[in-house]
């Protein structure tokens, strides 16, 4: 399994931007979005199944931020509208075999380069 991040850049608070994880191998992956800004720990940020028929969300970006996947392209994406300051991070995409919904980085075993995500005020 091979995961490329990509879609990061810079754009004012209220904007939007859809990032992208190809994934090389293997589609059949619970697939979920992480990220991290200076300073602070890796945090989850959202996750879909493998059909896409569940997904999850952190509070933080519940109602502005949607993960999706096509599996015929072998790619998650995850929209993010009303970006906000905070938002701003290296976003991860990751890979779980497992069953159910993963929210902890321990639970997933394969992870994409970060994509950067820039917001200004």
């Known amino acids: 399994v091979q995961l490329q991040a990509s879609g990061g850049g810079l754009v004012q608070a209220g904007g939007s931007l859809r990032l992208s994880c190809a994934n090389s191998g293997r589609i059949n992956y619970i697939m979920g979005w992480f990220r991290q800004a200076p300073g602070k720990k890796r945090e989850f940020v959202a996750a879909i199944t493998r059909t896409g028929g569940i997904t999850y969300y952190a509070d933080s970006v519940k109602g502005r931020f949607t993960i999706s996947r096509d599996n015929a392209k072998n790619t998650v994406y995850l929209q993010m509208n009303s970006l906000e300051p905070e938002d701003a991070a290296d976003y991860y995409c990751?890979?779980?075999?497992?069953?159910?919904?993963?929210?902890?980085?321990?639970?997933?075993?394969?992870w994409g380069q970060g994509t950067l995500v820039t917001v200004s005020s």
């Open positions: 990751a890979a779980s075999p497992g069953e159910g919904l993963r929210t902890r980085m321990d639970d997933y075993d394969y």
